[in-house]
């Protein structure tokens, strides 16, 4: 069956860095959007980024230019550099993939930024 991954998560400082990665099995990989997605307790799930079969981005205006996404095919992995870190950045981060009229979540990793 279908399994996303996460690992990379943790606490880290304000202004710091962490990687996500998400590895994916049991799936033609390469033909999926992923995205990574969080949520903090009480609130919606948020789209942080994704990606698309071709390479194309997108990201939420509050991460433009502190995150990237990215997508090894060949490892079927996608990855989310976090970069200068803040308080608001503090969410379980899920890894999300779809396709016309199917989706998968993993079970998330949480990113604690606090000093």
């Known amino acids: 069956q279908v399994q996303l991954v996460e690992s990379g998560g943790g606490l880290v400082q304000p202004g710091g860095s962490l990687r996500l990665s998400c590895a994916a099995s049991?799936?033609?990989?390469?033909?999926?959007?992923m995205a990574w997605y969080r949520q903090v307790p009480g609130k919606q799930r948020e789209l942080v980024a994704d990606?698309?079969?071709?390479?194309?981005?997108n990201y939420v205006d509050s991460v433009k230019g502190r995150f990237t996404i990215s997508r090894d095919n060949a490892k079927n992995t996608v990855n989310l550099q976090m970069n200068s870190l803040n308080p608001e950045d503090t969410a379980v981060y899920h890894c999300?993939?779809?396709?016309?009229?199917?989706?998968?979540w993993g079970a998330g990793t949480l990113v604690t930024v606090s000093s």
């Open positions: 999300h993939a779809r396709l016309v009229g199917t989706t998968f």
């Open positions: 049991g799936m033609f990989f390469s033909i999926y959007t």
């Open positions: 990606i698309t079969s071709s390479g194309s981005t």
